[in-house]
């Protein structure tokens, strides 16, 4: 059987490769390509990295899947995945939430005035968005978010608080989601609202996370938004929000990252001696290393079956719960493993110019928790799988 992408998609990764290269002769291609770096290395969080999205919107890397008459090149959406693929293998910025969940909302739903407002900017790549969703007591069960929004004479008044909040620190606008309607059942009555980061009365307090992964807690107090930036129709935001996720499930998790990893971890076992004798060549490294390579290829199989199911025209929900909670996991085990191996050196932070691999696997074992929980934790991803997959009845 064959698994591998056609002769078309093929040119293409190797198109993206060639402008990869390109860019590791720029000046800064050391902070705008960082493979190390196990935190938010898919962000456009510094102006290095900004300028890297403009460049892919300048070169049509972005929108690839929208329709044309918004300045798309409807492709398939499975070019913005091996798009993704190539960028995360090398620690870039990925395209991110504008292409994605705002951009594609926008279009299905979005007035008018927001289309013409927004798209552009996106397609330019000028502008950053911060997905505010979860709150203090809602997560898992987004369903259940409070931060009110209240009638008044031309738009609506936010109140309230929003937690774990990515990009808050660096981003133009708000993709924000509140509730309209307190009387209705918990999915009928949250509206979306996009709001600029830095109007009066948004406070932001970073969290600094384990894994030095930045998010932020955000305060929101008597903030005006006009009708104009309620996004779509009100009352309608759970469904928009559902509808985003499922642009995103292939898009979101790339399976590059877990093959560089595997290739570093051998080079770091290799490099690395203990009692004169090569890591690598010690016979209980070697059985959990074969392991671990077979746990690499499952990911990749079971990242082809979430694009199979979406090149179909399905929503791949299981196939992406699947990988979800198998590729962090294996994130997880490979970093775990590597610190086994590494012996008490392997504890040694980055800042410690003794730590082996520049102290990558720690920071790895700190940082890989976070994917685990972002986006789904893996125990909500056992449920959709019991749920969908297996038919077990399920409470909530
Ligand atoms: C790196 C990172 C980035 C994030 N970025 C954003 C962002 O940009 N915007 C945003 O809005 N949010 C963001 N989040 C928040 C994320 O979506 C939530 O943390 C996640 O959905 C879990 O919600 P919670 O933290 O409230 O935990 P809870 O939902 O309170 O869960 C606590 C524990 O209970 C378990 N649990 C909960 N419900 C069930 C159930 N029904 N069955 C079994 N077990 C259950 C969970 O698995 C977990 O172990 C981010 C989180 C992380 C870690």
Redesign the pocket.
């Known amino acids: 059987m064959d698994f591998d992408f056609d002769a078309d998609q093929q040119a293409f990764i190797a198109e993206v490769r060639v402008f990869l290269n390109e860019v590791r002769q720029w000046p800064d291609a050391a902070e705008i390509m960082c493979p190390e770096r196990e935190s938010d290395s898919i962000l456009a969080d510094t102006p290095a990295r900004k300028a890297f999205n403009r460049e892919l919107a300048k070169r049509g890397y972005l929108g690839l899947s929208w329709p044309r008459e918004y300045g798309g090149q409807e492709r398939p959406g499975i070019y913005e995945y091996l798009l993704n693929e190539e960028l995360s293998r090398v620690g870039a910025p990925l395209i991110g939430k504008g292409v994605g969940c705002v951009g594609q909302t926008l279009i299905s739903h979005g007035s008018e005035k927001l289309k013409q407002e927004f798209l552009p900017k996106i397609l330019r790549a000028e502008i950053e968005f911060?997905?505010?969703?979860?709150e203090?007591?809602?997560?898992?069960?987004?369903a259940a978010l409070k931060l009110k929004a209240e009638r008044v004479d031309g738009g609506w008044r936010l109140n309230g608080q929003?937690?774990?909040?990515?990009?808050a620190h660096f981003a133009d606008w708000y993709w924000l989601a509140a509730r309209t309607d307190f009387e209705a059942p918990k999915h009928k009555g949250i509206s979306l609202f996009l709001v600029p980061m830095d109007q009066p009365g948004i406070t932001i307090h970073p969290i600094e996370?384990m894994?030095e992964?930045v998010?932020n807690q955000v305060f929101i107090d008597d903030v005006f938004v006009g009708d104009d930036y309620l996004v779509g129709e009100v009352d309608r935001g759970w469904t928009y929000i559902c509808e985003a996720l499922d642009y995103e499930r292939f898009t979101f998790y790339t399976f590059s990252p877990l093959e560089e990893k595997l290739k570093a971890l051998k080079e770091t076992l290799r490099n690395t001696r203990r009692d004169g004798d090569r890591v690598i060549d010690v016979p209980h490294v070697r059985r959990r290393m074969a392991r671990l390579i077979a746990e690499v290829e499952t990911s990749k199989m079971l990242q082809r079956r979430v694009i199979y199911a979406a090149s179909l025209g399905r929503v791949p929900t299981v196939e992406a719960a699947m990988c979800k909670l198998y590729s962090t996991g294996l994130h997880q085990r490979l970093a775990d493993f590597a610190l086994d191996a590494l012996g008490p050196e392997g504890l040694l932070h980055k800042a410690d110019h003794a730590a082996p691999a520049a102290g990558k696997w720690e920071w790895s074992y700190r940082a890989t928790a976070?994917?685990t929980?972002?986006?789904?934790?893996?125990?909500?991803q056992?449920?959709i799988i019991a749920r969908r997959e297996l038919e077990l009845p399920?409470t909530?």
């Open positions: 911060a997905l505010g969703y979860s203090p007591h809602a997560g898992s069960d987004l929003k937690m774990f909040t990515t990009s996370t894994g992964h998010t976070l994917d929980i972002g986006a789904g934790t893996s125990e909500i056992k449920n399920l909530n």
